[in-house]
T-cell receptor, first 111, second 113 residues
Framework: DAKTTQPPSMDCAEGRAANLPCNHS???????VYWYRQIHSQGPQYIIH???NNETNEMASLIITEDRKSSTLILPHATLRDTAVYYC????????????FGKGTHLIIQP | DTAVSQTPKYLVTQMGNDKSIKCEQN?????MYWYKQDSKKFLKIMFS???????INETVPNRFSPKSPDKAHLNLHINSLELGDSAVYFC????????????FGSGTRLTVV
């Protein structure tokens, strides 16, 4: 079973920052937080991951609370192409034993 | 230049048949995976495999078996197909350190009639 809780859906206006929350209160000390997204009918796409520090890459920023029980994925300037299901996943480093996907958040970017 | 490629993209077959889905990755990754996405869009891991270890999700029927001829390939064989096997199957790969996460293929839509 997934160890994360996410809102089932969210709306965001195009050009605005999209902030997607995730709760993972049972995360273990050596587990990472991963974010993936799945655009309709495509394979999931890796976005970003982190352990305890905030992370930023060309796609997004990841803010992890100090107690590591929750995190927020930030898409700084959402476009219509960011409409997708976003998955927050907790797993071991590298996820070599397999990542467990939950239900995710369906993010809809409104024009 | 496709990083993780699956064939076929679509597969329609009758109950009771045996079929295979092929997966190849050209990323030099160490570990490969098979995921199943059912009609409710839940993504469930079926197998993870590297050169040393096969990890099987205990809920996967033994009609499903992964075959890896080499590090770059992980094929999925399915025997005695059932209606409930209809789903989209995704192959994925990751490097040992997982620094860039998993790379998924575009999926194979299997329909059992």
């Amino acid at each position: 079973d997934a160890k994360t809780t996410q809102p089932p859906s969210m709306d965001c206006a195009e050009g605005r920052a999209a902030n997607l929350p995730c709760n993972h209160s049972t995360i273990s000390g050596n587990e990472y937080v991963y974010w993936y997204r799945q655009i309709h009918s495509q394979g999931p796409q890796y976005i970003i991951h982190g352990l305890k520090n905030n992370e930023t890459n060309e796609m997004a920023s990841l803010i992890i609370t100090e107690d590591r029980k929750s995190s927020t994925l930030i898409l700084p300037h959402a476009t219509l192409r960011d409409t997708a299901v976003y998955y927050c996943i907790v797993g071991s480093r590298g996820g070599a034993d397999g990542l467990t996907f939950g239900k995710g958040t369906h993010l809809i970017i409104q024009p | 230049d496709t990083a993780v490629s699956q064939t076929p993209k679509y597969l329609v077959t009758q109950m009771g048949n045996d079929k295979s889905i092929k997966c190849e990755q050209n990323l030099g990754h160490d570990t490969m995976y098979w995921y199943k996405q059912d009609s409710k869009k839940f993504l469930k891991i079926m197998f993870s495999y590297n050169n040393k270890e096969l990890i099987i999700n205990e809920t996967v029927p033994n009609r499903f078996s992964p075959k890896s001829p080499d590090k770059a390939h992980l094929n999925l064989h399915i025997n005695s197909l059932e209606l409930g096997d209809s789903a989209v199957y995704f192959c994925a790969s990751s490097p040992y350190d997982g620094y860039r996460g998993y790379t998924f293929g575009s999926g194979t839509r299997l329909t059992v009639v």
